[in-house]
């Protein structure tokens, strides 16, 4: 009983994680009016990094060799996931990234298969997987009566789940070493507002022309911008909503919500809990329709059911 109830808790830390991460595509939507991609990125995770501080002040010791695996945990699973993620939501709405997204658990069995030899493939996985990139593709029309797709939005989308699953094969490896788990996840953040900083550098050369002077005319480049200035700054910051979105998106959905999701990575699997992940699209559907006033269309809303449909078919024994 007591195995179980630890599994309980894993699977309720993980369905809190799913739904606070749901409503992230939409907070993310709002916030980039106001900031590029990059801007977003940073200054979320120094509030969460600031956070996971308050949440538990102490120092755990870990073994030098180990950095390169918080340090690769750092650039797979917040620098390229949450760059990508923020990106492709920039070039299409929250509700499409967040579907497209939702098949991370697939890469993470095919990765976890292939460097973990942990054997997760089987027939219905395969045809779970087929179907849901079915039900992706359905997603990326969405309404159009053309053979049409948004060559960033979806290839973005698609590379963050990619890197996701290499994010929570890392996860599973530093587990085992039995770490705090929000001192760890603590770690990874630091590693990745490392990680940030030349990156945050470049936007600003971008951004002042001193490198590309016709970077403006670029989408692509326009999200790597970091603005100084003192103007532009004082504008945006002095939203309260901005505010509210920064902080909900650092400390809780980075912060807590990581912390929580490697915790029960921890009790209940990696693979197993991953599933839960399915459900994020039908969460930030709701948000984006209400908050956001994103349609739902037919076409969308069958490849969601679909893309979902294939997810839980993957997991059939």
Same mark, same amino acid.
């Given at each position: 009983? /007591? ?6 808790? &894993? ?17 993310? /939507?709002?916030?980039?009016? #106001? ?6 990125? $940073? ?22 060799? #180990? !950095? ?22 920039? @070039? ?22 292939? $460097?973990?030899?942990? /054997? ?8 779970? @997987? ?23 939005? #979806? $290839?973005?989308?698609?590379?963050? &789940? ?17 770490? #705090?788990? *929000? ?10 507002? *490392? ?21 403006? !005319? ?14 532009? !700054? ?28 490697? /915790? ?17 699209? *039908? ?26 449909? &294939? ?7």
């Amino acid at each position: 009983m /007591k195995i179980q109830n630890q599994k309980a808790f &894993g699977y309720l830390l993980a369905a809190l994680s799913v739904f606070f991460w749901g409503i992230t595509f939409v907070c993310t /939507k709002y916030l980039l009016r #106001d900031f590029t991609s990059l801007e977003i990125l $940073f200054f979320r995770f120094i509030a969460a990094y600031s956070g996971l501080w308050l949440l538990r002040p102490k120092f755990e010791k870990i073994a030098a060799r #180990d !950095n390169i695996l918080f340090a690769l945990a750092g650039l797979t699973g917040v620098v390229l996931y949450q760059l990508t993620e923020n990106i492709a939501i920039h @070039f299409t709405n929250a509700s499409n990234v967040s579907v497209i997204v939702s098949i991370c658990p697939l890469f993470t069995a095919i990765i976890t298969q292939i $460097f973990l030899k942990e /054997k997760h493939l089987s027939l219905w996985f395969i045809i779970g @997987f087929i179907i849901s990139i079915t039900g992706v593709t359905l997603v990326c029309l969405n309404g159009n009566t053309t053979l049409e797709f948004n060559p960033k939005g #979806d $290839f973005l989308a698609l590379l963050s &789940g990619i890197c996701w699953g290499f994010y929570s094969m890392l996860i599973s490896i530093i587990n085992k070493k039995n770490y #705090d788990p *929000v001192c760890s996840t603590r770690r990874i953040f630091f590693f990745s507002v *490392v990680i940030m900083i030349p990156l945050s550098f470049a936007g600003w050369l971008l951004s002042s022309g001193m490198i590309c002077g016709n970077a403006e !005319n670029s989408e692509f480049i326009q999200s790597f911008y970091f603005s100084f200035n003192k103007t532009i !700054n004082a504008a945006r910051f002095s939203n309260p909503l901005n505010w509210l979105y920064l902080l909900f998106l650092g400390v809780i959905a980075n912060g807590f919500c990581f912390a929580m999701w490697n /915790k029960a990575c921890k009790i209940a699997g990696t693979v197993k809990v991953s599933c839960g992940l399915y459900l994020i699209p *039908v969460v930030t559907i709701i948000f984006a329709f209400f908050t956001l006033g994103e349609k739902i269309t037919l076409l969308g809303a069958i490849g969601a059911l679909v893309t979902i449909a &294939g997810l839980f078919i993957s997991e059939r024994k």
